[in-house]
């Protein structure tokens, strides 16, 4: 009996594995279809907005709000800021309110592959997928995926339906004042909207946007990327004779 269930358990954690990295080679290139998050949402009566674009389509300004409103340092890190994790962990042990130490790539992580919520054992998967997606991806494509799938209103993802939804226009144009709502409301979108912003959101939109000039966000942005680079499926055929041989 517990042979059995030591299979079984070896097998699952086998299948989890293999399932997790054929997800991330997947995604390296291909848009994601769906998020559980958008599946959720789904379950209780949202609709899905959404429409992929290629970063190179969406404003450097958002870009840059995302950055200096969510991870300043996503060029410098890979893919946990210590010192914001520090910080949160001595606010916890002190009982006070705990400040976001996520990353643009634990939040890329937690929403293309994972569910809401904050127990400890969601966050190990969130810190397992969060360095896969470093190990594998570019801080570009990161990036790409994370500003086409966050949720910026009720059934609303990515920031071309975002950009669409609340000023009517595509993320390309977005303008700095535009961006820096958009990520002024990210850690609520639900609850806060950018094209009717209260004071409190036209405030921290305010901190966002006076902080985008200085966020190092590289040339093109984010982190000096080139546009074009091979992809998986590019390099398939290669990889496949190497081994056959």
């Given amino acids: 009996m517990l042979r059995r269930i030591g299979r ?31 599946l959720i949402r789904l379950a209780g009566g949202a609709d899905i907005d959404k429409d992929w674009v290629p970063i ?33 962990w001595r606010q916890y042990q002190s009982g006070r309110f705990i400040l976001g130490a996520s990353t643009v790539s634990m939040q890329t992580a937690k929403n293309l592959f994972l ?3 904050r127990s400890w054992w969601r966050k190990g998967f969130e810190v397992y997928f969060t360095a896969l997606l470093e190990l594998t991806w570019s801080k570009r494509r990161i990036m790409e995926t994370y500003l086409n799938i ?6 609303v ?12 226009k595509s993320a390309m144009d977005l303008t700095p004042e535009e961006a820096a709502r958009l990520a002024a409301v990210l850690p609520n979108p639900r ?10 959101i036209l405030g921290h939109a305010s901190v966002i946007r006076a902080r985008m000039p200085e966020v190092p966000a590289g040339n093109p942005p984010p982190c000096g990327w080139p ?18 041989r």
């Fill in 227 to 244: 546009e074009t680079r091979v992809s998986f499926w590019a390099q398939l055929p290669d990889l496949l004779k190497q081994v056959r």
């Fill in 56 to 88: 190179s389509r969406i404003s450097p300004n958002l870009i840059r709000a995302a950055m200096a409103g969510e991870d300043a340092k996503f060029c410098q890190h890979r893919g946990f800021d210590w010192e914001a994790i520090d910080n949160a």
């Fill in 115 to 117: 569910w809401p919520g």
């Fill in 191 to 200: 609850r806060w909207s950018a094209s009717r912003p209260t004071g409190y």
């Fill in 157 to 168: 993802y990515g920031a071309e339906a975002a950009a669409r939804y609340h000023f009517h």
């Fill in 8 to 38: 079984f358990l070896l097998c699952l954690i086998t299948g989890f594995f293999i399932w997790s990295f054929l997800l991330i080679i997947v995604y390296r290139d291909l848009p994601p279809p769906v998020t559980p998050l958008m």
């Fill in 150 to 155: 966050v949720e910026w209103g009720p059934g």
